[in-house]
């Protein structure tokens, strides 16, 4: 994702907040809008970024919303947004014991569920000719590319999904995913939409 100081970026999950440092650091006259989407992750993103952004944090605006809200009362806003969204990481998942005996295949159905509505809100969120990043940390094709697809037939944004070029993972049919053999920070699933200019 290539962002500029003439973007009107969201990050629609930015806790913990190392984005949004890292992104008022780099690009030090943007303004942009990171999300923590609970009470407490919201008081901690907003701590991190007054100790540790560039210029404090006057020029990011940090919300406490609900996910599903950008796409209601923020409709047509950004020209970039960032949706990484809560998934079942199957990585740390089966690394531990305790999540992995919770663990069933109606965890990752549910998730999409959530995963659809964030997605659907984070298109109405865009302005025409803008562009949302959808990722996950799960291999489970019902929180990826399913969830895409059922976004792309139910929002009324018309988004379109580009090619990602990328030299680790593999194509599918709406991103790329990362298998965590493949990286050290796999799994990654991404999907790049684009919202139609009027």
Same mark, same amino acid.
């Given at each position: 994702m290539e962002l500029s100081s003439k973007d009107n970026f969201l990050d629609m999950f930015g806790y913990p907040g190392y984005l949004a440092v890292l992104v008022s650091h780099m690009l030090k006259s943007m303004s942009f809008t990171t999300? &923590? $989407?609970?009470? /407490?992750?919201?008081?901690?993103? =907003? $701590?991190?970024? *007054?100790?540790?952004?560039?210029? &404090? &944090? +006057? =020029?990011?605006? %940090?919300? &406490?919303? @609900?996910?599903?809200?950008?796409?209601?009362? +923020?409709a047509s806003t950004y020209s970039k947004v960032? !949706?990484?969204a809560p998934s079942s990481d199957e990585k740390?998942?089966? /690394? @531990? +014991?305790?999540? !992995?005996?919770?663990?069933? @295949?109606? %965890? *990752? =159905?549910?998730?999409?569920?959530?995963? !659809?509505?964030? !997605?659907i809100s984070a298109l109405s969120a865009t302005a025409p000719g803008g562009t949302v990043f959808y990722a996950t940390r799960s291999m489970s094709p019902f929180e990826n590319d399913e969830v895409v697809e059922k976004a792309l037939k139910k929002s009324r944004t018309e988004p379109v999904a580009m090619k990602i070029s990328s030299t680790i993972g593999r194509a599918t049919k709406y991103g790329i995913q990362i298998l965590p053999n493949e990286a050290p920070f796999g799994p990654l699933y991404v999907s790049k939409l684009k919202i139609q200019s009027e």
């Open positions: 999300n &923590g $989407s609970t009470p /407490s992750t919201h008081q901690k993103l =907003r $701590s991190r970024i *007054t100790e540790e952004a560039a210029g &404090g &944090g +006057e =020029r990011i605006r %940090v919300t &406490g919303w @609900d996910a599903v809200k950008f796409g209601v009362a +923020e960032l !949706l990484v740390a998942t089966f /690394s @531990d +014991e305790k999540q !992995l005996k919770k663990w069933t @295949d109606k %965890v *990752t =159905r549910q998730n999409a569920k959530k995963q !659809l509505l964030n !997605l």
